[in-house]
C-alpha cells in the first residue's frame, strides 16, 4: 500500500507533465487528485493536459479538479509569451497528446483539498507547482488546513540565487505573491523546493534518446516535449547544458526528502509593490524567535536524483 496519499496541484506545462508522470510511477504514492491552476497556460488548458496525460500514463482512474483561473488581487489571467516560448501554445511543447473523453470531477478544486485535508490529515500531501492560489483560497475558506495536511512541498520560490522573472521573484510566485505570502505564513509542515535546487538538476537529449527508444507512445511523446523544452532553455540562454527538473524534484523531495539539504526558516513573501522586490521569499523576521514550521531546500544531490528520475521515466514510458 502507498505510504502518501498526494494532491498535485498544476498548471500543466512540460515539467508538471514530468512531475505527473513521476507520481504516477511512484509506489509509495497514490495520487488521489489532480488540481488544475492557471500559469504556464490559462486554467482550461491545463486540466486538459492533466486530463490528457493521466489517461496517456494509464491513470486515467485520477481526478482532475477546477481551480483558481487567476489570482487573489486580479479578475483574469493572461498567458506570458515567454511561457508560451518554453512550454509551447499548448502548454505540452505543441505535442498532440491525444484527448481525453473524460471531464473534470464537479467538485471544485479548493473544496476537494479542504475534505482530502480532513480526510487523510498526515498522510496527505499536497503539492502544487504553479501559484499557491488555491492553497491560500482553501486556507481562507478552512484556516484548519493549516495543521491538518501532513506535508506541503512546492516547487516555487527562490532564495539563495535570483529569480527567473525579476532579480528577486520566482515565476510561480510571482503569478500571486499575496496568495503565496499567506501560504508562507500560515501553512505549518510547509518545504520550498526553489530555483536554489531545481536548476541543479538538468535533463538532456541524451536522456530523451532513451525514453524514444522505449518504442512505446508515451515514450515518443514525452520524449517530444522534453525536446521542446530543452530547445527553450538553449535558445533563450536559460541553460545550455539541459533543461531543470523543476517540478519533478518537488515530487521526489516529498516523498524522499533526503535528496536535498534543508534551512530551517520561517518565510513570507514581499508585497510590497514599491519596495523593489516585489515576490521575494525571504526569512519572515517577526517569526526569527518562533518555533519553525518551514524550511528551505538550498543544496541537492543532483547526480543521484536525476539518475533516479531517468529510471522511474524509463520504467512509467515503458509499459
Avoid: C
Avoid at 8 to 20: K, M, P, Q, R, V
Avoid at 32 to 45: F, Q
Avoid at 103 to 122: R, T, W
Amino acid at each position: 500500500m502507498a505510504q502518501y496519499k498526494m494532491i498535485l496541484d498544476l498548471d500543466t506545462g512540460i515539467d508538471d507533465a514530468l512531475a505527473l508522470a513521476y507520481a504516477v510511477g511512484h509506489p509509495d504514492i497514490e495520487l488521489i487528485g489532480i488540481i488544475a491552476s492557471y500559469g504556464n497556460n490559462l486554467t482550461d488548458v491545463t486540466a486538459q493536459n492533466s486530463l490528457n496525460l493521466l489517461d496517456l500514463l494509464g491513470a486515467s482512474d485520477v481526478p482532475v479538479f477546477y481551480g483558481a483561473s487567476h489570482s487573489t488581487t486580479t479578475d483574469d489571467f493572461t498567458v506570458m509569451e515567454v511561457s508560451k516560448t518554453i512550454h509551447g501554445q499548448n502548454g505540452v511543447g505543441d505535442v498532440e497528446v491525444p484527448t481525453s473523453p473524460r471531464q473534470l470531477a464537479e467538485q471544485s478544486g479548493i473544496d476537494f483539498l479542504i475534505d482530502a485535508a480532513h480526510e487523510f490529515k498526515d498522510q496527505l500531501v499536497y503539492l502544487p507547482t504553479g501559484p499557491m492560489t488555491n492553497l491560500a483560497l482553501a486556507l481562507q475558506k478552512d484556516p484548519s488546513i493549516a495543521q491538518l495536511i501532513g506535508q506541503t512541498t512546492l516547487m516555487g520560490g527562490a532564495l539563495t540565487v535570483p529569480g527567473n522573472v525579476t532579480p528577486f521573484t520566482e515565476a510561480n510566485i510571482n503569478q500571486d505573491p499575496e496568495a503565496a505570502d499567506v501560504v508562507f505564513r500560515k501553512q505549518e509542515s510547509l518545504t520550498m523546493v526553489g530555483l536554489d535546487v531545481t536548476l541543479r538538476t538538468l535533463l538532456t537529449k541524451k536522456h530523451t534518446a532513451e525514453w524514444r527508444a522505449l518504442g512505446t507512445q508515451k515514450g515518443q511523446l514525452y520524449a517530444d516535449m522534453m525536446d521542446y523544452y530543452i530547445d527553450a532553455y538553449f535558445n533563450l540562454d536559460i541553460d545550455k547544458r539541459g533543461a531543470a527538473l523543476h517540478d519533478p524534484l518537488a515530487v521526489a523531495v516529498a516523498v524522499e526528502p533526503d535528496y536535498v539539504e534543508t534551512l530551517p526558516l520561517n518565510m513570507k513573501v514581499t508585497t510590497d509593490r514599491v519596495s523593489g522586490d516585489y515576490g521575494r521569499t525571504i526569512g519572515n523576521t517577526d517569526k526569527l524567535l518562533d518555533k519553525t514550521t518551514s524550511k528551505a531546500a538550498v543544496l541537492v544531490d543532483q547526480d543521484r536524483f536525476v539518475s533516479d528520475f531517468q529510471q522511474m521515466m524509463l520504467t512509467v514510458l515503458s509499459d
